[in-house]
């Protein structure tokens, strides 16, 4: 009796993996799936990064192209709108989109879901009042976790510079946000904030100029990757020893590795970024099937590395193969 149950527990088992097979498929459906993926500045790490989670995932699911579209910056929304325009255009199956303007690109993320097209807004919120799916960071966890760091090693006292990115784009506001509410019950932390573009040559100008007006300065915070790079060359050219100014970053992308086992950077905010762009995928073709509706709102978990715990944090949510795009 029990070899008999156990056979019909094993047919059931094949069967019911045969119909996952076959309806999570799309080539097994028949039918191509094209998608377009839309970032707001593809040459920044974080996005190169997010592009292998965004194609290697289309190539596990099945989905036979992905377009990629890049803004090349978050000032170009005309752009970006004509981008999401000519996905519209070309029929496409779904659109995950990363808005270069919270919103400035309200009429065309309107337009994209008024038309019934499958869209994911991930990484950058935009204002629409439309039911819509959302995997998001979570930007004021993002600067607690960075104050926190900071605060615990100044020992509650010190000047500190926030570099918190593009002052319009909304991640930002909520990382800036989520460190100043957090320093705030911190009287000895004084916080100068600089908001700026996210390129080394920005970052690198930014703090030689805060250095000559705060010579005190005893930490730096930054938005990303490129923005983290620029203050380490400054603090090297003048002179400054590995950890002299604690330095704290996000990602570990741009050679933020060697930087942090050099001592230059103390510790970074882990965003899993790949991991995001992967589950991106996944709601979308979800979402093309019929098995996820809006409004849907998700956040990422992040968290906080330093020298002492890189060597033992998985970071294969974050980071990808060196060959890749060789």
Known sequence: MRKRELAIKC???????????????PAVLGKKLEIAVMVPNGVDPYFTAKRYGYETECEKLGIDKMYFYDAGGFANLGKQIKQVEDAMQKGLDGIILGVVSKKGSVPVVNKVIDKGIPLIL???????????????????????????????????KGKVLLMAGPAKVELCQQEHRGFV???KHFPGIKIITEWTGSRPDVGMTTVEGALQANPDIKAIATFSPPLTVGPIQALRAAGYKPGEIIVVAQTLDAGLVDYMKKGWLQATVMTDHIDMARLSVRMLLKVIKGELKPPLFHKMDHYLITKGTIDKYDTSGSSYPEEWRK
């Open 11 to 25: 047919i059931l088992a094949a069967v019911i993996g045969i119909s996952f097979f076959f309806t999570s498929n």
């Open 122 to 156: 991930d990484n950058l919120d935009c204002d629409t009042d439309r039911p819509v799916i959302r995997n998001m960071k979570n930007g004021e966890l993002v600067g607690m976790l960075r104050a926190t760091y900071i605060i615990r090693a100044l020992k509650g």
């Open 181 to 183: 509410n957090y320093a």
